[in-house]
């Protein structure tokens, strides 16, 4: 009986964020009071209070919900990789766009965070220390490619991992905003490429 009630709980909290999910979505996350999310769940405001501190606590456990499995290849690029991180990331980058692409649900989340907040106040601190942990692991994937003498030498891995940030989330963000506007993914491949192209060093004559 304990395992079932377990078991009902987490399916009251997974469709508390189903719900939360359509209405920051459909009214932004300004606009939601947790009142709304509990009537969009068909269930009490206690229900939330009991799984959720506060709205931003919602807002961090939907994000959580959605991540891109190439962060992972991010964290794990080393000197040891059979790719070059150079290569290794461009190629995660472009599996971003074709994720984002077919994806619905990351759709609709990345347009949240990207669209639907005020990224002063609604953006958790959880989630901003997250991005951070993100951003600087991309700065350690060109440390490495630098070291592997891959990198081109006007190219310092903290300006290089700012730059396809900066691509990255701009195409998201403009895509997201109109997705007639371009095709993102043969877009952001032809960007990508050209980017990552400038990233490699020139091989060293014979």
């Not at 799984?51 to 959605?66: C, G, I």
Request: hydrophobic share 45%; aromatic share 8%.
């Amino acid at each position: 009986m304990a395992r079932r009630t377990k078991a009902e709980a987490e399916r009251t909290r997974e469709d508390i964020l189903d719900a939360a999910e359509r209405v920051f979505f459909a009214k932004g996350v300004p606009a939601t009071s947790l009142a709304d999310i509990a009537q969009a769940a068909n269930v009490t405001r206690g229900a939330v209070y009991w799984h959720f501190k506060n709205k931003p606590d919602v807002l961090d456990a939907m994000l959580e919900r959605v991540r891109f499995p190439q962060e992972d290849v991010v964290a794990g690029i080393s000197p040891d990789n059979a790719k070059d991180a150079l290569t290794t990331l461009e190629e995660a980058c472009v599996g971003c766009l074709r994720l984002l692409h077919d994806d619905p649900q990351r759709q609709r989340v990345f347009t949240i965070s990207m669209l639907r907040c005020d990224v002063v106040i609604d953006i958790p601190q959880h989630q901003r220390e997250t991005n951070a942990v993100m951003f600087e692991r991309l700065v350690r994937a060109f440390e490495i490619a630098e070291a592997e003498g891959t990198l081109a030498s006007h190219w310092k891995p903290r300006v290089a991992a700012q730059v396809v940030s900066s691509l990255c989330l701009g195409l998201f963000r403009d895509w997201l905003e109109d997705t007639t506007r371009f095709e993102i993914v043969d877009t952001g491949i032809t960007s990508i490429q050209s980017l990552f192209r400038s990233f490699h060093a020139m091989p060293k004559p014979d």
